[in-house]
């Protein structure tokens, strides 16, 4: 065998462990995920290609009706992977085969490793209500008719890491109804998370909207 035979062969070698390498990649997870807010991919879409607590961040929180997966994908019903979650792969033309048209709000590869959260830093700890500590220091709003207004809510001094779990639990801590609506398009140094521990840099909550009953 000659050298450039040699040379050939070695080159075939690696790119078939490579391919091998890339299917056990896709077979565990990983890859990619794009969504489109109309059926049989149409409309706006996003791509995601890591874990994503919150698809509001991406402004696509409950509006996709198809979706192509790279790979295996677990797909929840709300944000920060709770209510009902669905591993997923291949193209799905009309996600009411599932369950979930318009109404997937976060996502990440099957078998994902999230980090550990951050150790609570100083700041509210956790309280026997809410995980916030004791009322006091909030954010004050502004009262309509139905509903009570939060330019920027607040706990303690802290920003409110965003999320529909944080909103709801803020709204319910000022006596309120549940969140109606929420911006989440700043991110903040520090946040407190719905359950006390003050976490590091983070989308964080503007223009909250409050039911008031």
Known sequence: MTKTMVLMAGAIAALACAVEAAAQSGARG???ATLYEL???QGRSVTITGSTPDLGDWRFNDRAQSARFSGT???CEHDDFGGRCQEIRGE???LTQYGLMAQI???EPAGWQRPPRPGPGPGPRPGPDDGWGPRGGDSRGVDGVRTVFFARPTVRGLDVAAGKTGADTFC??????PSVWYDSSERAGRAIAPDGQVIGRSTVLRDLLCAKY
């Open 105 to 107: 709000s976060s996502l």
């Open 92 to 94: 799905v033309r009309d």
């Open 39 to 41: 059926p049989d991919f």
């Open 30 to 32: 990983g890859g990619a």
């Open 172 to 177: 319910r801590r000022q006596g309120l109804g």
């Open 73 to 75: 994908w677990r797909v």
